[in-house]
């Protein structure tokens, strides 16, 4: 007996028998789909500008009202502001010589970030100490208490410049140490003649007590030297003219016994100067070697924005010569504070008086040729040099 099974006609059939309701009710699903997927902000962000201006209409209106635009603002904002992957900063700084307390200037911290810290320490026989890892958010960390070394002092003093050794080798090697009464970097200047012309630094590690070995010596010759101290706010103080002699081989006149034992790292805090600086200082169980390892926390993503706005040393550093190599151009990341140049007055800089694109030019567009704030050839130099050729 041969038994017929009825036919069931699917709700949603795209048969031409029967399947307007299911064409219709997919109809309505995707217009409704694709009117919440097009309308949510973060979605028009990464297709163009339309979903920025909601919120940031007064800067969209602002920059196309200028006579040179810059095209990216026209396009998509979220190439310069919002993050469309998890980016991941990290900044090393390291001394050049071997401290037990050492000093490092953070610069460029937002204070809507956290950060972690990590420490390595090598001895002078090239030990590596157990790295130690510390976070600190610069938003609650409160001014150093007033009385502490760290607020803003006269001119450094130097003390006790001393030859502590020549070596031969392949070329001739000489180590000098100096003191000074507040925490500085490390500044040798040396040469054949009292003109000097070569020199050594160690960029933003401070320190105390100073060693600094000059290497790839010529041999059998005389050379000048003397040493100078930049504290952390840029005041800067300068040695007497020195003489070494390569012709001598001091090494084994001052014999030490071997310290074998691993460097420990043992305190370190980050500080905040009455100025707005942050500084991490800390301290060794020896002389050491400090490498710094700075790195950005990210925080959750953010529903409106993705994965959130970039960081502003990023939106206004790194993603600026991403297109505009740098070139001849003037140097961005730094400070603009020492004897000759001056934090830009009326500026845009980041904390800690941090040069960046924006402080010289206009991001989104501007009335002067490459957008730039004002008058390149003087009156955006004077702003921040001090020096007769600027003036």
């Given at each position: 007996m041969k038994v017929q099974i009825p036919r069931v006609r699917p709700f949603l059939s795209l048969s031409s028998k029967g399947g307007s309701l299911g064409r219709f009710v997919i109809a309505i699903v995707l217009v409704f789909s694709l009117l919440f997927i097009s309308r949510h902000p973060y979605t028009?962000?990464?297709?163009g500008s339309e979903g920025c201006r909601r919120c940031h209409g007064e800067i969209y209106r602002e920059a196309t009202a200028r006579p040179y635009r810059h095209s990216v603002v026209e396009e998509k904002c979220a190439v310069c502001h919002i993050e469309k992957e998890p980016v991941t900063k990290e900044k090393v700084i390291?001394?050049?010589n071997y401290q037990r307390e050492f000093l490092f200037v953070l610069r460029g911290l937002l204070?809507?970030?956290s950060y972690r810290v990590k420490v390595i320490l090598f001895d002078s026989s090239g030990t590596e100490g157990e790295p130690v890892t510390l976070e600190f958010s610069p938003a609650e960390i409160e001014n150093n208490p007033t009385g502490s070394p760290f607020i803003r002092p006269a001119v450094p003093v130097i003390e006790g410049v001393k030859l502590e050794g020549v070596k031969k080798g392949?070329?001739?090697e000489a180590t000098v140490s100096w003191k000074t009464d507040v925490y500085t970097n490390s500044i040798?200047?040396?040469g054949l003649t009292p003109r000097y012309g070569e020199w050594t630094s160690t960029g933003d590690s401070y320190g105390v007590e100073h060693r600094v070995t000059l290497t790839g010596l010529r041999h059998g010759k005389k050379y000048h030297y003397r040493v100078m101290a930049r504290d952390m706010w840029g005041n800067l103080a300068y040695s007497g003219d020195h003489e070494l002699d390569t012709t001598l081989d001091m090494g084994d006149e001052k014999r030490v016994?071997?310290?074998?034992?691993?460097?420990v790292f043992e305190d370190g805090s980050v500080i905040k100067t009455d100025d707005g600086l942050f500084v991490f200082r800390g301290s060794a169980s020896?002389?050491?070697k400090v490498i710094l390892k700075l790195q950005e926390l990210r925080k959750e993503k953010d529903k409106e924005h993705g994965l959130g706005f970039l960081s502003e040393e990023h939106s206004k550093i790194d993603v600026c010569v991403k297109c505009h190599p740098q070139g001849i151009s003037h140097p961005v990341g730094v400070s603009a504070s020492s004897p000759d140049v001056k934090t830009p007055e009326g500026l845009p800089t980041l904390p800690g008086g941090i040069i960046t694109c924006v402080t010289c030019h206009f991001p989104h567009g501007g009335e002067k040729q490459y957008f730039a704030r004002m008058d390149f050839m003087r009156d955006l130099c004077i702003k921040c040099h001090l020096k007769d050729v600027f003036l």
């Open positions: 028009e962000m990464l297709k390291s001394s050049w204070k809507d970030l392949v070329f001739a040798m200047e040396y016994e071997k310290d074998e034992s691993i460097p020896k002389p050491s």
